[in-house]
């Protein structure tokens, strides 16, 4: 069964610092992508970074450039989602998810991903 399971999330000034955490497990595909994804009150939910396996290529969106690293650590089974600089509009449930057998560039579309964690409210104060 594939699992994930997402940490790390709370309530931060702006300007300070989080890091989310997603444990992957029950699944051993070589190649996949994960993603982070979030979502506000009344708006769509957003790819925000993701992260291909396959030759580690990542997607950032524009808003979030510059401040956000995801990074994986395979030995854990674990993707991070640094976020620095945050901004009230950062406020959101963030949420990862796995795109199976995935090659090349990691899509943000969030359709396409194929298991979905429970999520992490972010929340940051002005």
């Known amino acids: 069964e594939v699992q994930l399971v997402e940490s790390g999330g709370g309530l931060v000034q702006a300007g300070g610092s989080l890091r989310l955490s997603c444990a992957a497990s029950?699944?051993?595909?070589?190649?996949?992508?994960i993603g982070w994804f979030r979502q506000a009150p009344g708006k769509e939910r957003e790819g925000v970074s993701c992260?291909?396996?396959?030759?580690?290529?990542?997607y950032y969106a524009d808003s979030v450039k510059g401040r956000f690293t995801i990074s994986s650590d395979n030995a854990k089974n674990t993707v991070y989602l640094q976020m620095n600089s945050l901004k009230p509009e950062d406020t959101a449930v963030y949420y990862c998810?796995?795109?199976?057998?995935?090659?090349?560039?990691?899509?943000?579309?969030?359709?396409?991903?194929?298991?979905w964690g429970q999520g992490t409210q972010v929340t940051v104060s002005s």
């Open positions: 992260i291909s396996s396959s030759d580690g290529s990542t």
């Open positions: 998810a796995a795109d199976l057998l995935q090659v090349g560039p990691p899509s943000s579309r969030p359709y396409e991903y194929d298991y």
């Open positions: 029950g699944f051993t595909f070589d190649d996949y992508a």
